[in-house]
């Protein structure tokens, strides 16, 4: 990951292993799996959303997020697999390349027919190969399933097993709503520390609250980097948020580049996506407003830098956006995991306030 101010790079906090199948019940699941179906990620039943990029092959199902030049494109916050059956009970076999270590970072979570089973599946603290039970029902009823990816870490999918019912999918495999909001950022917009990972981001919770389909483009330590723009841009949004400017302010980036590198990157959107609704957030209250980096320069001046560029901007472009990020999260630590990045009450803030400002 990319180096950055220790107080706005990621943390690796210590959490407890949650385990996929305990000791007690590992014969059972044996059996179950010994008797279950395993359905391949190439099945042509299962659909793949909401990522930037994907590789399917027979025996896995890998998503990432190239164009970015940042480790944490390797994560693929929100991808989505999505997949009909009537199945008794339905477990995931999963590989986690690496253990995250951060709060929510590897859990992900599971809807049936667009409710949410569960906010929690999985573990912050695995590497390797695991299984997970994700439903179960008492009779064959068909329903719509979607497992949606973690926030932190790279999980690639290997199989479902499935048991009981007809033990297979069904057609047609379940589609999204095809208004697609794409969220570009830093961690808070990666969604660090979300507890139950990718459905507390502010992005998952903006497109779940709008009805809308969503790819998380954001990367923990990310500057304002105007390729960045390019790789937004060919994902062909329906509408697209942007906000960046905290680590530029963190890495000391001189201001004179800073609104260089900003005019550039919503140039490079813009090449591609002219008319879009393009929404520009000036970054959110921290705790450490009033320090000054090594430019002798405060959060401050690089809110009062974009609205300068967007206020310009906006005189040319009607579908261009301001968003003052200093409404979006009140300034009280107890929204905060340390100071800068929101915990889950400031995310539900985040997320409810910003969806009132998007249309």
């Known amino acids: 990951m990319r ?4 107080v706005l790079l990621v943390g690796c906090a210590a959490v407890g292993v949650v385990v996929a199948r305990s000791s007690a019940t590992a014969s059972a699941a044996s059996r179950a799996a010994s008797i279950a179906t395993t359905v391949a990620p190439d099945d042509p039943n299962i659909r793949y959303t909401e990522y930037a990029h994907r590789t399917i092959t027979h025996v896995s199902a890998v998503f990432d997020r190239p164009g970015v030049a940042n480790g944490n494109g390797i994560a693929s916050p929100g991808a989505r697999i999505n997949f009909r059956t009537d199945a008794l009970r339905i477990f995931i076999v999963l590989t986690y390349t690496f253990a995250c270590n951060a709060p929510g970072c590897g859990h992900f979570s599971v809807e049936r027919d667009g409710r949410l089973l569960t906010t929690s599946v999985g573990s912050d603290a695995v590497a390797g190969q695991v299984t997970y039970p994700i439903a179960m029902q008492a009779s064959p009823i068909p329903h719509n399933y979607s497992v949606i990816w973690p926030y ?23 589609t999204r709503p095809s208004p697609l909001y794409v969220a570009y950022g830093d961690s808070i917009t990666q969604g660090y520390y979300a507890s139950a990972g990718t459905t507390h981001t502010y992005p998952g919770q903006v497109a779940r609250k709008k009805g809308w389909s969503v790819v998380n483009m954001g990367f923990g330590g990310e500057t304002t980097v105007p390729s960045d723009g390019t790789a937004v841009g060919l994902l062909n949004g329906s509408i697209v948020s942007v906000a960046i400017g905290a680590n530029d302010w963190g890495t000391s980036k ?12 919503l140039d490079a959107i813009r090449a591609l996506q002219p008319n879009v609704p393009l929404y520009s957030l000036t970054p959110i209250w921290t705790g450490v407003e009033n320090s000054p980096n090594a430019q002798g320069l405060s959060m401050r001046d690089y809110r ?12 040319t472009d009607p579908n261009l956006h301001l968003i003052d990020g200093l409404t979006l999260v009140p300034n009280q630590l107890r929204f905060f995991v340390d100071g800068v990045h929101p915990n889950d009450a400031g995310f539900a803030l985040y997320a409810t306030n910003l969806a009132n400002k998007l249309h």
């Open 304 to 315: 009062q830098a974009i609205t300068q560029i967007v206020q310009q901007r906006m005189a």
């Open 3 to 6: 180096a950055c101010l220790a």
């Open 254 to 265: 001189p201001l004179a580049t800073f609104l260089s590198d900003y005019n550039a990157l």
């Open 152 to 174: 932190g870490t790279q999980m690639i999918f290997t199989a479902l097993q499935l048991e009981g019912g007809h033990q297979r999918l069904l057609s047609p495999a379940p």
